[in-house]
């Protein structure tokens, strides 16, 4: 019940926070480097394996950032 108390639960939010806007700057930096509009191919074009690519990206930065926070 340790998780309960303010202290960590406020932590825990805010690790999540700083967690998600580190995620979102790096993919943000990617899609600037990246010569075409990721969002425009993926969602407009729909191309599956660019998809892919950025999932398996996205699951990458989430495991770096989770462990750094850790």
Known sequence: MEWL???AFL???LYAVIGVAIFWLCFVLIDK???HDLWGEIVEKQ???L???VAAMC???SI???AAIH
């Open 5 to 7: 108390k303010p202290a």
């Open 11 to 13: 932590g825990s939010i």
């Open 33 to 35: 480097i990246t010569p």
């Open 47 to 49: 191309n599956r394996a």
């Open 51 to 53: 998809g892919m690519v």
């Open 59 to 61: 699951l990458g930065i």
């Open 64 to 66: 770096i950032v989770a």
